[in-house]
T-cell receptor, first 113, second 112 residues
Framework: QKEVEQDPGPLSVPEGAIVSLNCTYSNSAFQYFMWYRQYSRKGPELLMYTYSSGNKEDGRFTAQVDKSSKYISLFIRDSQPSDSATYLCAMNTKSGGSYIPTFGRGTSLIVHP | DTEVTQTPKHLVMGMTNKKSLKCEQHMGHRAMYWYKQKAKKPPELMFVYSYEKLSINESVPSRFSPECPNSSLLNLHLHALQPEDSALYLC???????????FGNGTRLTVT
């Protein structure tokens, strides 16, 4: 079992839909949770990050963390064609004296007009 | 445009060549990272520098040699690469190690 599981998709939705992207993880030592958006041929762009369980909102994006279920989500409201990209979850764990970010494999999102 | 700048954007090199990838950030971040990303795969961690010292080497072959000349710069020296090393090489930085990473747009490397 991989430490971070993420459905690769593709997930295809109509413009204006609410999108739910999810990751599950197995290591309870993960303690810092991030979501990235990656367009084709570009580097990952940090969208949101959080340390604690609960919801965090930023514009059309809401990040949700449930540490008891080891489950994180990213919700996108009023989705736009420009949201079409790969969405990667990532989380930090401590290994030795250093923190190692571990990425999910990414979910490909397609928002069609 | 990102605040982490990588050069060159594209690089084609033969298996006997020596080349270097460069990364620069001016956000005052003290941790810098090299990642390798293959198509439709997540980034794979290669190296981490913390306060200009190498803190993590994820068992990367010696044909990849990182260097951190100062807190703003990170290099990756390449020598005798194989075609399977062709990938997108991403640099990232963060304020500290347990902080979100900020990525550059990468160098797309092709080894012929």
């Amino acid at each position: 079992q991989k430490e971070v599981e993420q459905d690769p998709g593709p997930l295809s939705v109509p413009e204006g839909a609410i999108v739910s992207l999810n990751c599950t993880y197995s290591n309870s030592a993960f303690q810092y949770f991030m979501w990235y958006r990656q367009y084709s041929r570009k580097g990952p762009e940090l969208l949101m990050y959080t340390y604690s369980s609960g919801n965090k909102e930023d514009g059309r994006f809401t990040a949700q963390v449930d540490k008891s279920s080891k489950y994180i989500s990213l919700f996108i409201r009023d989705s736009q064609p420009s949201d079409s990209a790969t969405y990667l979850c990532a989380m930090n764990t401590k290994s030795g004296g250093s923190y190692i970010p571990t990425f999910g494999r990414g979910t490909s999102l397609i928002v069609h007009p | 445009d990102t605040e982490v700048t990588q050069t060159p954007k594209h690089l084609v090199m033969g298996m006997t060549n020596k080349k270097s990838l460069k990364c620069e950030q001016h956000m005052g971040h003290r941790a810098m990272y090299w990642y390798k990303q293959k198509a439709k795969k997540p980034p794979e961690l290669m190296f981490v520098y913390s306060y200009e010292k190498l803190s993590i080497n994820e068992s990367v072959p010696s044909r990849f040699s990182p260097e951190c000349p100062n807190s703003s710069l990170l290099n990756l020296h390449l020598h005798a690469l194989q075609p399977e090393d062709s990938a997108l090489y991403l640099c990232a930085s963060s304020p500290g190690q347990n902080s979100p990473l900020h990525f550059g747009n990468g160098t797309r490397l092709t080894v012929t």
